[in-house]
């Protein structure tokens, strides 16, 4: 079964500093993994995925994410904090060996950029 | 226009009520889903469906039912509310040529008193 785990319920980063949401995760086969925001009183928005090629990810708004297979991770990064990142960030993995079509979200890591 | 959409956004109901969440889209995609999400428990899936004639329980589907009225319209009922079914809930839709990345309406915050 395809599972995946975000080890922080919460970060604090100052603005201007380098930003980290860490997300591990499980399947029987090659994964696709996802990464979502959600600002307060929205829906999910689509920041970034991996399929397949370059580990190295960037998406929208400054982030990328960095696949790596023998640990098993996929953490979001930015280089600079700004405030307006402060969300709620999900990671989500499909496992393509077992035939799966659907994601399997996390719990969700919130973050605070403070001024 | 949003591409995904869900009516209503508040709900206020009472327990035993029956009650309907909709959700259209008009991204074009054959393949729906129904989410809720709880403080600390993430995403969870209620309902997905690939097409008008198939539709699967996902996750956590007892006490709801949904409906496929057509590829771009699907609902999402709760037969007689109850107060845990107190949440925020989310339609989505995929397309399998952007690797099943998924599309999110809204939400709808429903409360059961």
């Known amino acids: 079964a395809q599972s995946v785990a975000q080890p922080e319920d919460q970060v604090n980063v100052a603005e201007g500093n380098p930003l980290t949401v860490k997300c591990t995760y499980s399947v029987s086969g090659n994964p696709y993994l996802f990464w979502y925001v959600q600002y307060p009183n929205r829906g999910l928005q689509f920041l970034l995925k991996?399929?397949?090629?370059?580990?190295l990810v960037k998406g929208s708004y400054g982030f990328e994410a960095e696949f790596n297979k023998s640990q098993t991770s996929f953490h979001l990064k930015k280089p600079s904090a700004l405030v307006s990142d402060s969300a709620l960030y999900f990671c989500?993995?499909?496992?393509?060996?077992?035939?799966?079509?659907?994601?399997?979200f996390g719990k969700g890591t919130k973050l605070s950029v403070i001024p | 226009d949003a591409d995904v959409t869900q009516t209503p956004r508040n709900r206020i109901t009472k327990t035993g009520k029956r009650i309907m969440l909709e959700c259209s889209q008009t991204k074009g995609h054959d393949r729906m889903y129904w989410y809720r999400q709880d403080p600390g428990l993430g995403l969870r899936l209620i309902y997905y469906?690939?097409?008008?004639?198939?539709?699967n329980k996902g996750e956590i589907s007892d006490g709801y039912s949904v409906s496929r009225q057509a590829q771009a319209k699907f609902s999402l009922s709760l037969e007689s509310a109850i107060p845990n079914q107190t949440a925020l809930y989310f339609c989505?839709?995929?397309?399998?040529?952007?690797?099943?990345?998924?599309?999110f309406g809204p939400g709808t915050r429903l409360t059961v008193t």
């Open positions: 469906s690939f097409d008008v004639k198939d539709i």
């Open positions: 991996y399929i397949t090629g370059d580990n």
């Open positions: 989505a839709t995929s397309d399998p040529l952007s690797a099943y990345e998924q599309y």
């Open positions: 989500a993995v499909r496992d393509t060996g077992a035939g799966s079509y659907q994601l399997t």
